[in-house]
């Protein structure tokens, strides 16, 4: 398997940037298509962006898209979530996630993923 452990969350203001990042250990990562997800209090999992394993092929989330990019370090083990322009509605626990795939693709359920990080706390004040 592959352990997945998120970082960069913390307090901001509505307008600013965080970047969160997913370093992976165990299996090789780049076998792994993978991407990040939110939950709010009271709220379902959302799904935010995903990226192939190769990095060839995102998609985002309508309420991200144009704000956060996804992105993956293959030769680091390590997938990044930057996000811009934040927002008060984005505040959430950020979890990342890896799919295991034999074609490069973009999973957009989260019982598509079967690795899963424990979240980082992302918090925007108005």
């Known amino acids: 398997q592959v352990q997945l452990a998120e970082s960069g969350g913390g307090l901001v203001q509505a307008g600013d940037s965080l970047r969160l990042s997913c370093a992976a250990s165990?299996?090789?990562?780049?076998?792994?298509?993978m991407g990040w997800f939110r939950q709010a209090p009271e709220k379902e999992r959302e799904f935010v962006a995903a990226?192939?394993?190769?990095?060839?092929?995102?998609y985002y989330a309508d309420s991200v898209k144009g704000r956060f990019t996804i992105s993956r370090a293959n030769a680091k083990n390590t997938g990044y979530l930057q996000m811009n322009s934040l927002k008060p509605e984005d505040t959430a626990v950020y979890y990342c996630?890896?799919?295991?795939?034999?074609?490069?693709?973009?999973?957009?359920?989260?019982?598509?993923?079967?690795?899963w990080g424990q979240g980082t706390q992302v918090t925007v004040s108005s």
């Open positions: 990226i192939s394993r190769s990095g060839d092929n995102t």
């Open positions: 165990g299996r090789t990562f780049s076998w792994y298509n």
């Open positions: 996630a890896a799919a295991v795939s034999g074609r490069d693709y973009v999973p957009r359920g989260a019982n598509q993923y079967d690795y």
